[in-house]
């Protein structure tokens, strides 16, 4: 039995790779462009012993993410010099390692193999994480979401001193991880129906001195408007995330109306599919209704944050609701294509597959194509070949170079 489930994982993690690596494997080469310049700046200290430099909060930065930012930079720096492809080469086993983990999560929740193959697929090629596995700097949502899958885990297997502490390296990946409680009280009382208030306790110490270090010892002294919660979003950021999630890629009009068509057409399969899948489950009480609240709660709570800044969106915040997301699809999914019988259900299931991954496919190539981010990379590739490292403020070579932080990293 232990030789045919470590064949399973095998086979699992195998597939992973194959897949993610041929459906983005342009963003290996991509260049530091932009922020990671700032976080590189980090990367090269006078001696070890400053490293704990990587830890202190920085009053003229936004976010505090020592763990994804500075010392993911410092140790790849300190590995692999300035060879860019290594950094990508981190960011993708991140990532495949994370969708990996929606392959256990999906299987322990669903007792269905299955399903979690699907979920873990869905989750690992969805367009959204075009940006994150290409720009160095976005590597936060690539392991933040590994995190909260791995303290998640822990936590399932009562292994509540390693959750925890994959819930600390998470807090200090990404803020949104903060929210990990919420999930873990949801799944206690909808999925096992019974609290364990004790062992939220410890995680609520951590966001108090996490909270308390961050907003009153170390405040940030950074005041701009595109990070400004509110919540008073309207309905055009919610469409945003929405229609990101569903499969629908950034810059959508300008495409051809020939693709557009298989675009929506796809999209609609796949949601409408999922959506009669899920009925049918419940008609056949082939899952609880409870498991589904609880999959689509986790899915709200994760993207609520982002929702409050309307002034900054960006499709891999939804990296975190996407776990969930992809739970959500693979289960209407299998019931839907269940409906047909065991005789035809492997087929129509590669059809729903193969739409998803043509989807997904078109998604992430105009993404390449027209993302301002990847011809800001192309050019801070080619100003820093030429050492050209003076530039016009607010020009697009001096955003390209990270500003001034290219002068700390190229002294």
């Known amino acids: 039995m232990k030789k045919f489930i470590y064949s399973q994982n095998t086979i699992c993690i195998i597939m992973y790779t ?99 193959y699907i979920s873990g697929l869905i989750y690992g090629l969805h367009q959204i994480h075009t940006l994150s596995l290409s720009w160095l700097a976005t590597y936060s ?45 949801s799944y206690q009382l909808l999925v096992g129906r019974r609290l364990i208030i004790k062992t939220i306790y410890p995680y609520l110490l951590i966001i108090f001195v996490f909270i308390l270090v961050r907003m009153i010892l170390f405040p940030t002294h950074v005041n701009t408007y595109q990070y400004a919660v509110t919540f008073d979003f309207g309905i055009n950021v919610l469409k945003f995330y929405l229609l990101r999630i569903i499969g629908i890629p950034l810059l959508f009009p300008p495409l051809s109306t020939g693709i557009k068509v298989i675009i929506v057409a796809g999209a609609g399969v796949i949601c409408i599919g999922g959506f009669l899948g899920l009925v ?5 009480n082939y899952i609880e209704r409870r498991t589904v609240v609880f999959l689509l709660l986790s899915c709200a709570v994760l993207l609520l944050p982002f929702l409050g800044l309307p002034q900054h969106v960006a499709p891999y915040y939804e990296s975190f609701a996407l776990i969930f997301w992809a739970v959500l699809s693979s289960i209407g999914i299998y019931f839907f294509t269940s409906f047909f019988g065991k005789k035809y259900m492997q087929a129509f299931l590669m059809v729903f597959l193969m739409i998803y991954m043509i989807l997904q496919i078109i998604g992430s190539q105009w993404t390449y194509a027209t993302h301002w981010i990847f011809r800001r990379a192309v050019l801070a590739e080619k100003l820093i070949k030429e050492k050209q490292f003076s530039q016009r403020i607010g020009s697009e070579e001096f955003f390209s170079l990270g500003a001034d932080a290219i002068f700390k990293v190229y002294k």
């Open 280 to 284: 049918f489950a419940f008609k056949h």
């Open 18 to 116: 194959l897949l993610i690596f041929l459906m983005y494997g342009k963003s290996l080469t991509v260049y530091f462009v932009q922020d990671d310049f700032y976080f590189l700046s980090f990367a090269i200290l006078p001696s070890l012993k400053s490293i704990l430099a990587l830890f202190t909060p920085q009053p003229d930065v936004v976010w505090f993410r020592p763990i994804s930012s500075q010392l993911f930079f410092f140790i790849a720096h300190l590995l692999f010099g300035y060879k860019v492809v290594y950094f990508h080469v981190i960011v993708f086993f991140t990532h495949i390692l994370a969708a990996y983990l929606v392959y256990v999560f999906v299987k322990n929740l669903t007792a269905n193999n299955l399903i979690g």
């Open 141 to 185: 949502f690539v392991l933040g979401p590994l995190l909260l899958l791995l303290t998640f885990h822990e936590y399932q297997r009562k292994k509540y001193v390693h959750a925890l502490l994959c819930f600390t390296l998470g807090i200090l990946s990404l803020e949104v991880i903060i929210l990990t409680p919420l999930i873990l009280i």
